[in-house]
C-alpha cells in the first residue's frame, strides 16, 4: 500500500506518519520542513535517530544481511554485522569485530525526499511490513545518503500500543 500511495506524490518531500502519531504542535510543519530545506542534498530523511544491535529484532528474515547484498539498492558497503568487516570495521570500538548497528529513523513518523523515494524504487516489494524502516536507513546509507536526527519536534509518535504482528525492535535505542 505504501507503495501506491509514494507513486501518487509530485511534492518534494513525503512525511509520513503510521496511525498513532500525529502533529501534536502547529509549529510542526515548520520545524520538520526548515530543517530539511536548510539540509545538504546528501541528507535525504529525517526524524527521530535509533540503531537496533542485532536484526532478529526487527525482521524475521533468517539473515538480514544477505536481504541487503541482494537488494537492488545495494551498492557494495559492507552491511552492518558483528562480524568482522561489517560495515568496513574490523576493530569497531576495540572489540575485534564489525560494526552490527542498524541505524534507524523510527518508522512511525518520517519526512524523506520524494527524489530518494524514486531512486530508491521504495518501498522495497520483498518486504511486507517488518524491518521496512530499518532497511530504509540501510537502503539510504548505501547510497552514500545521510539520516538527519531531528528528533520529533511537535510530533506524537506511537502514541498506542501496538497492533497486529508487530515486528518491533524491542533493542531499538537512541543513536
Known amino acids: 500500500m505504501m507503495r501506491r500511495m509514494f507513486e501518487e506524490i509530485a511534492t518534494e518531500f513525503i512525511w509520513w506518519f503510521d496511525d498513532d502519531s500525529y502533529i501534536a504542535s502547529a509549529d510542526a510543519p515548520a520545524q520538520w520542513l526548515g530543517a530539511a530545506r536548510e539540509a545538504p542534498e546528501s541528507t535525504v530523511m529525517w526524524g527521530e535517530l535509533h540503531r537496533c544491535k542485532q536484526a532478529i529484532d526487527f525482521t524475521d528474515l533468517d539473515d538480514a544481511v544477505a536481504f ?18 561489517g560495515k568496513g570495521e574490523f576493530n569497531f570500538r576495540s572489540r575485534n569485530s564489525g560494526d ?25 516489494p520483498r518486504l511486507v511490513k517488518l524491518g521496512d524502516d530499518v532497511f530504509l536507513g540501510e537502503a539510504i546509507r548505501q547510497q552514500g545518503w545521510q539520516l538527519g536526527n531531528l528528533g520529533r519536534p511537535g510530533v506524537a509518535i506511537n502514541t498506542e500500543k501496538r497492533r497486529g504482528n508487530p515486528g518491533s525492535c524491542p533493542a531499538l535505542r537512541p543513536a
Open 68 to 85: 541487503v547484498r541482494r537488494a537492488p539498492w545495494y551498492r557494495g558497503l559492507p552491511p552492518p554485522s558483528w562480524r568482522p568487516g
Open 100 to 124: 552490527g548497528n542498524w541505524v534507524v529513523i523510527v518508522g512511525g513518523c518520517w519526512l524523506i525526499r520524494t527524489s530518494a523515494v524514486r531512486a530508491l524504487d521504495w518501498p522495497d
